[in-house]
């Protein structure tokens, strides 16, 4: 959720209309499986497993030799199995099947309906590593907590995306698909290589290419972005169209149904279902008093250290959402009634909420002569209340506000060599696990301490509406 560059009475291009570019799926040293079928609804609710994640235990080495930096070190991938610990690494939990019968009944528009059965069941599915392929840790970290995510991944097993599937754009749906089945029945604390989903990644954003590091957050947009093509349920988009960002005599909430609507008849996918909110921002002017209005979608919010903090060791989750939605003053900003530049207040509003909230926290600080990252400690809940964030909203999303932390991308060292790990809370067994590439172990996240001691590694926050556990 960022704030809005263009003009107040305008929409924001298609972020994946501007980004997708159809391209032929690229030849890849390291890719074991070039081509992939579109899986049918019965090899996915089989638990079919794909030839383009391999399986292997933490103790095989892999047959590719390519290095990776890791803290500014080369090593070779089997290294990496080398130095994990096997404390912690042979303990393998009871499993049990989740009975299946109520994920079918989702309604697209309400995802938490789903779990008339909830997870709480003690079974163990999903304790999986992913292998380092060469820089990848940032993929590894972000597709840990969306495979961990609840309900919204049952789609993918169970064949349900299937309906939505558009057959130009499948790739990046198809093959996270074969991740979740091939993680869903690979034994816990085992690893497999996503070969696969990187793959289809690159196919639709070709910077992802090759084996450089790169930003988690980026990979996260592109990835939710990918998906959410391949699945957009709107096969002939409306005529595009310029909104108003006046009331004229209207309500905010129906500007905002408006928007929202407009919005939905260019995409709409399984993915925006979960992922996408509504952000109102409001500028009114200080010498005419004319206020105009802009309803923008997000799927993610991105949190920024002001100069004031950068002097301030710690912080907290709260403090940087009261930043984000406190109006501002602004001293040179066009008026569309005075017709010309005046000062100007600034405001934005969360005006839905989405089942998934996901908080991008900004370390990396790009100057113009020096950038660098900020290790500031942040402190952030297990319980998430979000009720004081969207007081001035009216929609039916904000009535339902509770939300649990369910997952954390972190990231270890400076802004030009570090490394990605995962967080991640487990929707079957509710326990805490973290993932560094192919080493999984339990961890006590209260020991942690994350929401009075804060830490200064954590990059993205995921948090999930309690009403979908």
Known sequence: MKPNMYSNNQRPPSTTKDKMQAQGLPNYP??????????????????????????????????????????GQKLYPYQINQQQSSSG??????????????????????????????YTQ?????????????????????????????????????????????SKNSSVPNEYSKLVSTV?????????????????VENVMPCFRGYAQQDAQEFLVALLDGLSLGLNRVKSKSTYKEMTDNLNGRTLQDLSKEWWDYSKSRENSLVLDYFQGQLLHTIKCSYCNNSSYAFDTFLDTSLAFTRAFKILEDMDLDRLLDKYVIEETIDDYYCSKCKKHQKVKRKFTIWRLPHILMFHIKRFDYRRFSSDKLNHRVKFPLELDMTKFIQDSLDQSTKNCQY?????????????????????????????????DSDVREIDVKQQRYDTDGSSSPYILFYARKSLY
């Not at 528009?109 to 008339?116: L, N």
Request: hydrophobic letters at 25%; one cysteine or more; charged letters at 10%.
């Open 89 to 118: 690494m042979t303990t393998s939990l009871s499993t049990t099947q989740k009975t299946n019968s109520t994920i079918s009944s989702m309604s697209q528009s309400q995802p938490e309906q789903q779990q008339s059965t909830k």
């Open 30 to 71: 390291l890719l074991l499986n070039k081509t992939q079928s579109t899986p049918s609804s019965q090899e996915i609710k089989s638990g079919y497993t794909y030839s383009s994640y391999g399986t292997s235990t933490l103790n095989t080495q892999p047959q590719y030799t390519r290095p990776y930096e890791q803290y």
């Open 122 to 166: 003690n079974v163990s599915k999903g304790i999986c590593g992913l292998r380092n392929i060469g820089n990848t840790c940032f993929m590894n970290s972000v597709l840990q907590c969306l495979l961990n995510l609840p309900a919204f991944n049952e789609h993918f097993l169970n064949g349900d995306y299937l309906k939505d599937l558009n």
């Open 404 to 436: 649990s932390l369910c997952g954390i991308v972190n990231h270890s060292g400076t802004l030009y060599g570090g490394h990605y790990t995962a967080d991640s809370l487990n929707p079957f067994n509710l326990k805490w696990y973290r993932y560094n």
């Open 184 to 200: 869903r029945s690979t034994p816990n604390f085992q690893s497999i290589a996503p070969y696969g989903i990187k793959s289809a």
